[in-house]
Structure formats: structure tokens, C-alpha cells
């Protein structure tokens, strides 16, 4: 159990850890009610001089998207890993516990595994956009957990852009730029941009446009800050959802209770209309802010394939890509201290970094 005190990192709200309780070799009754008590412990004090350099990631969503995008939000944070060691790999399914953040939840949309659900997925951060230096000076908080175990710093920045859908309607997306680093000595800079002009048979990317045939050429130029360890190409195209289908994921706690039925949507614009219930109710369990289950007929981009090079061009299979059809392509640009794109693609280690841009659509003829 851990207790969070509110604070501020110069412009930026935030909370700190403060006293917490662990227990171990717990008994538990299955199937019955389990009675659990403690006293926190006092905080274990530790500090870090914060210093982020906001301004730099002010024009990191220049030229990722075919018309300027809206940025929503930053956040950043400071975790431990448990059971993983400073020095050890990357792994993708340890859960950091947050020993001090900012008001925020971002998704990483991690290269290596092949997530790129973020771009689908609202932040829904509340603190604003990080333009500005946050100048915090030396930050207390409570650090409990074992001296050998992983302390990382993460910073996160995100944009919405809308993109239109075949039929009129459009689609809200939100582009990432993350980065993951042990913990900072000084202060925390982008360690990665976006590719520079991106192109489809050498045609901007970003125009709306028609191609003549399945032979899909990407190319672009290196990122202006960062040297990736290798790209993605996540393609997509207008799916029809099945009820069940996760569509823009996980809302806040309290907007969606227990029993909403399917396909009700809270404020989310270019997906269904507010208020939609196609039918049937969450499960029993569902916790509050549950996932968002899917219309029955709705359409939306969905990825359908992702593909991976080291190098700053990629040539589509001609199978991926069907005649009548209508495309998106979001390239994201990866930085990582041990992968290896065309040797080992899975091996990770700290520094990570991402950073994405999207197409306009473009059609096969």
C-alpha cells in the first residue's frame, strides 16, 4: 500500500511517494472476505535535483502529421523496477512502481513488442503540454525498495491529430514521443525526434493522395535528433470493429461505470457518437473507467501490419496493400541502448526512445 502526496514540480502538478506498507506471506481465505491491516512506515527520504528541459520538446510535433496536431499533454516520472537490476535487460512485462509523477498517464507504444496501440489510445493527460523548463530544484520523496533494484526516469509528450475516414467521418489519433533513462544527473533533454520527409514513391507523405498499383516504396530521412536503432511501419486500414473490440482503450476511473453498455462513449469525438449503446453491458468486475467496448458496424483505422527496417526506406509486400483500399502509415523511429535491428531486435536496455508520425490517408487504385 502506498500513499501519494500532492506537490508541485515548478509549473508542472505532480505527486510524491509518502509513507507505504508492505506485507508478505499473507494468509488468504479463498472465496471469502480477507481482512488486511497495517500501519504505513514512515517515508524512507530521497531526493533528485529535477531539472527538464521543456522548450526542447516544444517543436518535437513540427511535421509528424499531414496538418499541425494539437498537443494534449506531458508527464514524466520517476519508478523503481522491482526485481530488476540497474544493470539488467529491459523487460517489457515489469510494472514500474512510480515514486514521484506528474498528472498524467501516457502510454509508451513500445517498438520492440510491436504495441503500437498508443496511437489509438488517449493519454488523457491533465497537466499541460511540457513547452515549458521545469526547474524544480532538489525533490523529496519516499524511496522504500531494495537499493538493487531499478530506478528509471520517463518523460512523455502527446498530440492528437484527426484524420478523415472514407465516408466523411474522421478519426482522432494520438502521436507519442517517449523516452525511458536511468535517473538523470543532469538535465533531461529529447533523446529522439520524428523521421524528417517522409515519402511514398517519392510524393509527400503527408498529401492525400491516389497510387496506381500495389508497389509501395516508404522512404524518409533520419531523425534530426537521435540515431535510431531502426524504424516501424505500422499500416493501417478502415476495419470494421466487432462488438468486444478495444477501440480507443481504457477511460479515466469514474467516467465509465460497472454495467455501462456496450459502446457507450464519453466525449471521445470521431469514434461513436456520445451516448451510443449498440447493446449489452460490461462484465460484472469491470473496473470503473472500463474498457471501451467496440460498436457493432463502427469503422475505424485499425493496423493490420507492422514492418520493421534498419534502414531510412522500406518497399511494402504487394499482398499487404489491396486495390480500393485505403491506407495510413505511421513510422516510428526507435532508439534503444542494446537492440540491434536486423541481430537482435528484442534485446533492450536503457536509454528507449520513441517517436512517431502519421500519413494522410492514401488510396490503392
Known amino acids: 500500500m502506498r500513499q501519494y502526496e500532492p506537490t508541485a514540480f515548478g509549473s508542472m502538478d505532480g505527486y510524491v511517494m509518502g509513507p507505504s506498507l508492505t506485507l508478505s506471506d499473507l494468509s488468504l481465505t479463498t472465496g471469502g472476505p480477507n481482512t488486511i491491516s497495517g500501519a504505513l512506515n514512515p517515508t524512507v527520504p530521497a531526493s533528485i535535483n529535477l531539472s527538464v528541459k521543456g522548450s526542447a520538446w ?40 512510480d515514486l514521484l509523477w506528474t498528472s498524467g498517464n501516457c502510454s509508451s507504444g513500445n517498438f520492440t513488442s510491436g504495441d503500437f496501440s498508443a496511437i489509438l489510445t488517449p493519454s488523457r493527460p491533465t497537466n499541460q503540454p511540457l513547452t515549458a523548463d521545469v526547474e524544480a530544484g532538489a525533490v523529496q520523496y519516499s524511496d522504500p525498495f531494495s537499493s538493487a533494484w531499478r530506478r528509471t526516469f520517463r518523460v512523455c509528450q502527446t498530440a492528437s491529430i484527426s484524420i478523415p475516414m472514407p465516408g466523411g467521418s474522421t478519426q482522432n489519433f494520438n502521436l507519442l514521443n517517449t523516452q525511458t533513462t536511468s535517473l538523470p544527473t543532469a538535465t533531461v533533454k529529447p533523446l529522439l525526434s520524428a523521421v524528417q520527409n517522409p515519402k511514398i514513391n517519392g510524393a509527400d507523405l503527408f498529401t492525400a493522395g491516389t497510387i496506381n498499383g500495389t508497389a509501395v516504396t516508404l522512404s524518409w530521412d533520419p531523425p534530426a535528433i537521435g540515431t535510431p536503432f531502426g524504424y516501424a511501419v505500422a499500416i493501417m486500414s478502415p476495419t470494421t470493429s466487432p462488438v468486444g473490440t478495444s477501440l480507443v482503450g481504457t477511460l479515466p476511473v469514474g467516467t465509465l461505470p460497472v454495467g455501462t453498455p456496450q459502446g457507450t462513449i464519453i466525449g471521445t469525438v470521431g469514434t461513436f457518437p456520445v451516448g451510443t449503446s449498440p447493446g449489452g453491458t460490461l462484465p460484472v468486475g469491470t473496473p470503473p473507467g472500463g474498457t471501451i467496448i467496440g460498436g457493432i458496424g463502427t469503422v475505424g483505422f485499425f493496423s493490420t501490419t507492422l514492418l520493421s527496417t534498419a534502414k531510412t526506406s522500406i518497399t511494402v509486400p504487394p499482398n499487404l496493400l489491396s486495390s480500393g483500399k485505403t491506407y495510413l502509415f505511421v513510422i ?14 528484442r534485446r533492450s536496455s536503457l536509454p528507449t526512445a520513441n517517436a512517431q508520425l502519421i500519413s494522410a490517408p492514401i488510396t490503392i487504385q
Not at 526485481?83 to 510494472?95: E, R
Not at 516510428?332 to 531486435?345: C, H, K
Open 58 to 97: 516544444a517543436p518535437l510535433f513540427d511535421h509528424i502529421a499531414p496538418t499541425a496536431p494539437t498537443a494534449l499533454g506531458g508527464s514524466f516520472y520517476l519508478s523503481v523496477q522491482p526485481y530488476i537490476s540497474a544493470d539488467g535487460p529491459n523487460v517489457l512485462s515489469s510494472k514500474p512502481i
Open 332 to 345: 516510428t523511429s526507435a532508439v534503444d541502448g542494446r537492440a540491434n535491428m536486423e541481430t537482435s531486435p
